[in-house]
RNA sequence: GCCAUGGUGGCGGAAUGGUAUACGCGCGCGACUCAAAAUCGCGUUCCCGCAAGGGAUUGAGGGUUCAAGUCCCUCCCAUGGCACCA
């Protein structure tokens, strides 16, 4: 019979469809498996080899859970609202909704030729009126619960997409979108307070199925620190303030303190003295420097004396106060004492000559040998201060306890935890995006839109040019509207919403279905939540992962939701490059799936993108290795379907269909696609020796094969005489007894090399074996001297040391 | 600089401390064919050898062990992440 993959996979994806067996009742669901990938950004550039490699082996492994007896829901949706739909409306005049619309057609289509399992009766797409509503829900919500607010900060601003960043999209200073270096601005904008989980967010990341790898960077992220806020003054004036220090170890050996250039307190400091127009001169040039880019680490520091000094509560001295380039005005007080200890620091002091002193005797000898020539303290006998208890010798974590009692004790400040987690900058000065639900009065104060009036909706009358200011404000309807409904003088915000805002709730929407009344049933929630498995992309690590924990942990506070945490079990799949580099069009290195789909067939294709090497590594794409892969998808058809011959197998072929079951198996819930292949071909070229295979065999393989090349399995079992769907069939079991073969072929070993084989079986006794290995004749030839010592293990080698 | 992961044939890669190089690609030879493609069979880590067999081999060097790709130490290289956070 003549093998055409297209005309078998469109004749199951039909029955599938007509049959419904992918829709899951989610109320009915005993045993519920939340199968999730990351959904697709609808582009006009359509679907990918990245999306086939993270959604088809997500499906593999959804349906394997699905034979051994879960309910699995696995929905499908579009992350609709973001900046490349509205860039194409400015280039063509399409209007986002239109492109949106049409590349969702396509990408449906392209996903359902896929095969995969996707419910679509729970198909979500953000960017219309029935989901951005729930968006907009949220951040009433959070407008209710204060943690969200407006305040006028200095804010990431990428010039060339012409709106504000959030920190986690601009994080090494260019825009997550288009690369351009970002810029500060001051601007007044929306904020989500983040910061307010930072800790709940750290403890939560323990318990998570995750990789450790973005634990460890959701954790760097999250930047706990914990050390002690000094109360200090300001010498001569009647100033007081906060100092941070993380590292209080070392507060004996301060010399100086650096003070932020956009710290308030600096005018007061210099307010009528002669350092007043240099210090400010100096204000005014780095804040334009920051303006210009985001400061770089190779930049030199660069500072200037205030003429200040804190009146040091320690009795150290009187410490100079120094305007410096390098110091954070939005992290700890923005203010800190320096030491010889820190790195920068030392080399600010060395380029300003600030005399430095070192506490302890330093663990890094580099540091004694730079530093030698400066005052040592807790130097016993001779130290001048000393902390009690804080001997020499001491590590720096030992002594680190002992000093923050002392100085609590002494009332010279408090412990303080601090984390780097910046709040969640939500606003944006785009069209294509989610309005933010507020609306001004006359006198420019914020009201909530009351929640009778979601969706709030996007304006259409709108030109997409880039302003600079946001798009929604030549929009004549959207004013009137406005004023219609809250009274004359009343104006919208204009901004909308970070389209990770979108995305930060999905997965609870999909359990919906399109529910107007609440955001998620909460007893479906309680079911089905948290996602059971989560594949995507680990560029999102510090993102869309953070975001989504924060809004699960903010909804559960608010009652919504009954779980913390969203995704329980998380998985990276690896990235696919083309020569090296990453697929992208300016390179013009995509490889399209479309013509290899139609030549090879979803089941070779996917099989093949499987194939290529571990799942989580990905690879370097080629197309020469899928001709295998074809060659063994022709060679399954063929077999199953013309050499059904036998009426029992041998018991080696028993044996090796039980060792099959078990691998591949083991191999799909660990996710190894790769090895199951393998497993599986071995088989296959072991049947084709036999030169035949019984039914049972046959439907036993047929159902090994089907979470991997679901659409050939189903044509084999049912020309099998299979009943039903093999979806819809149990996972073989595999029998331990059976998997053990009859005869062993055991290596020997003489000293540690191999010189020889010999076959027992598999009852045989150690004696019996030992004598049998020793009288192997290429043995014997190595066997010259006394046998020192025999080592057998078990149905696997002999090892002799003479 | 710091953290993490990795380094195995011509290539993608496989290997609970127990026969390194499974499986696949590619390549070589053969069968079928007028011929080619497809398909099938045999071979394929490297070196010596007609063969039997021997020697070498998992980035480099040491160590533990009857036995090391795997465990320990030192180093080299690659990839990813972090890096003014005091």
Redesign the pocket.
């Known amino acids: 019979m003549e093998f055409d993959p297209s005309a078998i996979e469109a004749k199951w994806q039909q029955k599938w469809e007509e049959a419904k067996i992918f829709e899951t009742d989610l109320k009915k669901a005993k045993d519920p498996f939340y199968s999730l990938v990351m959904f697709p950004y609808p582009s006009g550039d359509k679907l990918h080899v990245g999306h086939w490699y993270n959604f088809a082996p997500a499906d593999s492994a959804a349906r394997f859970m699905r034979m051994k007896g879960k309910d699995v829901m696995t929905p499908m949706g579009f992350d609709a609202f973001g900046l490349p739909a509205e860039n194409y409306a400015i280039k063509s005049g399409i209007h986002p909704d239109t492109s949106t619309r049409t590349n969702v057609q396509t990408m449906v289509k392209q996903l359902k030729r896929m095969g995969c399992m996707y419910d679509w009766s729970k198909m979500v797409n953000t960017s219309t009126p029935e989901y951005y509503r729930w968006t907009q829900w949220l951040f009433l919500q959070m407008y209710e619960h204060k943690i969200a607010y407006k305040k006028e900060a200095p804010v990431n601003f990428c010039p060339s997409c012409q709106t504000v960043l959030a920190n986690e999209q601009a ?2 200073g260019t825009c997550d979108r288009c690369g351009t270096t970002v810029i500060q601005k001051n601007l007044n904008q929306w904020f989500w307070k983040i910061s307010q989980f930072a800790q709940r967010l750290l403890d939560g990341l323990k318990d998570l199925a995750w990789p ?2 973005t634990k ?2 959701q954790e ?2 999250i ?1 706990r ?1 914990e ?1 002690i806020n000094f109360q200090e003054r300001v010498k001569d004036l009647n100033i007081e303030f906060e100092v ?4 209080p170890q070392t507060f004996l050996a301060q010399t100086f303190t650096v003070i ?1 250039p956009d710290h308030p307190l600096v005018s007061k400091l210099v307010s009528g003295t002669s350092y007043e127009k240099p210090v400010m001169e100096f204000v005014e040039r780095i804040r334009k420097k920051k303006l210009a880019a985001k ?3 190779e ?1 030199e ?1 660069e500072g200037i004396f205030t003429g200040r000094y804190v009146d040091n509560p320690f009795g150290t001295g009187d410490l100079p106060i120094w305007v410096c ?4 005005a939005d ?2 007080t ?1 203010i ?1 004492n ?1 030491s010889a200890h ?1 790195e ?2 030392f080399a600010f002091a060395k380029k300003y000559d600030i005399p430095l002193k070192i506490a302890l005797l330093p663990q890094d000898p580099a540091l004694a040998e730079k530093v030698k020539n400066f005052e040592v303290f807790y130097r016993e006998p001779d130290g001048i201060i000393q902390v009690p208890e804080v001997a020499l010798g001491m590590t720096w974590e030992q002594s680190r306890k002992r000093i923050i009692d002392y100085i609590e004790g002494k009332g010279y400040g408090q412990v303080r935890v ?1 984390f ?1 987690l910046r709040d969640w900058l939500i606003s944006r000065q785009r069209y294509w995006g989610a309005p933010i639900p507020i609306v001004y009065d006359p006198e420019g104060k914020p009201h909530p839109v009351p929640e009778k009036h979601l969706p709030w909706l996007l304006p259409t009358d709108v030109a997409f040019k880039p302003t600079g200011k946001s798009p929604l404000t030549e929009s004549k309807e959207f004013i009137e509207r406005t004023e219609k409904l809250f009274g004359k003088g009343w104006t919208p915000e204009f901004d909308t919403m970070d389209t990770f805002v979108c995305s930060s709730y999905y997965y609870l929407r999909y359990l919906a279905e399109g529910d107007e009344k609440h955001l998620v049933d909460p007893t479906i929630e309680k079911r089905w939540m948290p996602v059971s498995m989560y594949i995507g992309g ?2 999102h ?2 993102m869309h992962l953070i975001y989504a924990r924060f809004v699960m942990m903010a909804l559960k506070d608010f009652g919504f939701v009954s779980h913390e945490e969203p995704f329980k079990k998380l998985v990276h799949q690896g990235l696919i490059t083309n020569k090296g580099a990453k697929m992208s069009k300016s390179k013009g290195n995509v490889v399209s799936p479309d013509s290899l789909v139609e030549r090879h067939g979803s089941d070779a294709f996917r099989m093949y993108l499987m ?4 799942f989580t ?1 990905g ?2 794409w ?1 197309d ?2 899928i ?6 998808v ?2 399954i058809h063929a077999m199953f379907t013309s050499n059904v011959n036998k009426k029992v197998d041998q018991s080696q072929v028993l044996a090796s269909l039980h060792r099959t079951i078990k691998k591949v198996t083991e191999d799909i819930e660990a996710l ?1 696609f ?2 199951a ?2 497993a599986l ?2 088989l296959l ?1 072991l049947l ?2 036999e030169g035949g295979v019984s039914s049972e065999t046959a439907k036993t393989f047929t159902l090994l094969l089907a979470p991997l090349a679901p659409h050939l399995a189903e044509e084999l079992w049912e020309s099998l005489g299979g009943k039903g769907f093999v979806i819809e069939q149990r996972w073989p079991m595999f029998d331990p007894k059976l998997t053990k073969a009859s005869t062993h ?1 055991i ?1 020997i ?1 003489v ?7 010999i076959e027992v079986d598999a009852g045989a006794s150690k004696e019996d074996v030992l004598s049998k290995a020793k009288a192997h004749p ?1 043995v014997q ?2 066997l010259t001297g006394e046998v020192k ?1 025999e ?1 057998y ?1 078990a149905g ?2 002999v ?1 002799l ?1 003479v």
């Not at 194939?611 to 571990?614: A, I, S, Y």
């Not at 001709?627 to 063994?632: A, E, L, P, Q």
């Open positions: 994080q090494d450790a790898k460890i960077m760097n992220w930047g620190s050390g941070y220090d993380s590292i932020a400061f770089k680490i930049e520091s380039s390098y110091v954070l992290y700890g923005g800190v320096c820190d920068r620091d601090h780097r680990p560029e690590a510090c194939f290529m090497g571990p590594e690879g370097d080629s020469t290795g001709k295998g892969i074809d060659r063994f022709k060679r190894r790769n090895t292949i393998s071909m071995e070229n084709e020796q072929i290596a070993q000293n540690g090399k191999l010189r020889g084989e290429n030839k190595f010592k080592i293990v696997k080698l090892s040391v």
